[in-house]
Antibody, heavy 116, light 108 residues
Framework: QVHLQESGPGLVKPSETLSLICTVPDGVISSHYWSWIRQPPGKGLEWIGYSHYTGSTTYNPSLKSRLRLSVDASENKFSLKLSSVTAADTGIYFC??????????WGQGILVTVSS | QSALTQPASVSGSPGQSITISCTGSHIGDGTYDLVSWYQHHAGKAPKVLIFEGNKRPSGISQRFSASQSGNTASLTISGLQIDDEADYYCCSYTGFYVFGSGTKVTVL
């Protein structure tokens, strides 16, 4: 397993873009797919999507029109951008390493609140 | 994406065994067979307990085991401990990840 750390603004205004970064240890980012998962307050986990340094991505269909995931191998980081956010996008956002059918390493999560 | 249904809560006393079910119409039909299980203590990183249906990652206690029958996957926690009190999620993968609704385990 590897240590992952999410970072980004904790407060985003409605209609704006939520941007988060996950930092990965040296030497592993090019070898795996990298996922984002979120948890709305009081609710369960929702998978957002995953990305690869080659540019390959797979998105949750419910978020696809607003979502952009990418990987910057030179910076050992991968990122999430979710546009046109509403209060329904409030929650804890986790990054995780994808290992085929399972997610073997997770960050602690970052709380993002959408509010004016 | 098919929904995965879990009981909202399960409880047990220390030392007992409990089982959490995860039911989905596609489990067992060859498309949603790759079920994994995660433990989540609030404020901490979720932790994988089981992958590929019944395999434990290195470092996960043998007290956690999983099985599958028909369209239901199950996670059993044996020798329940105080620290097992957490939320548990099943997850299936067929190119998309789908999480179960989650089960809160309470140790009485």
């Amino acid at each position: 397993q590897v240590h992952l750390q999410e970072s980004g603004p904790g407060l985003v205004k409605p209609s704006e873009t939520l941007s988060l970064i996950c930092t990965v240890p040296d030497g592993v980012i090019s070898s795996h797919y990298w996922s984002w998962i979120r948890q709305p307050p009081g609710k369960g986990l929702e998978w957002i999507g995953y990305s690869h340094y080659t540019g390959s991505t797979t998105y949750n269909p419910s978020l696809k029109s607003r979502l952009r995931l990418s990987v910057d191998a030179s910076e050992n980081k991968f990122s999430l951008k979710l546009s046109s956010v509403t209060a329904a996008d409030t929650g804890i956002y986790f990054c995780a390493r994808t290992r085929g059918d399972w997610l073997d390493s997770w960050g602690q999560g970052i709380l993002v609140t959408v509010s004016s | 994406q098919s929904a995965l249904t879990q009981p909202a809560s399960v409880s047990g006393s220390p030392g007992q065994s409990i089982t959490i079910s995860c039911t989905g119409s596609h489990i067992g039909d060859g498309t949603y067979d790759l079920v994994s299980w995660y433990q989540h203590h609030a404020g901490k990183a979720p932790k994988v307990l089981i992958f590929e249906g019944n395999k434990r990652p290195s470092g996960i206690s043998q007290r956690f085991s999983a099985s599958q029958s028909g369209n239901t996957a199950s996670l059993t926690i044996s020798g329940l401990q105080i620290d097992d009190e957490a939320d548990y999620y099943c997850c299936s993968y067929t190119g998309f990840y789908v999480f179960g609704s989650g089960t809160k385990v309470t140790v009485l």
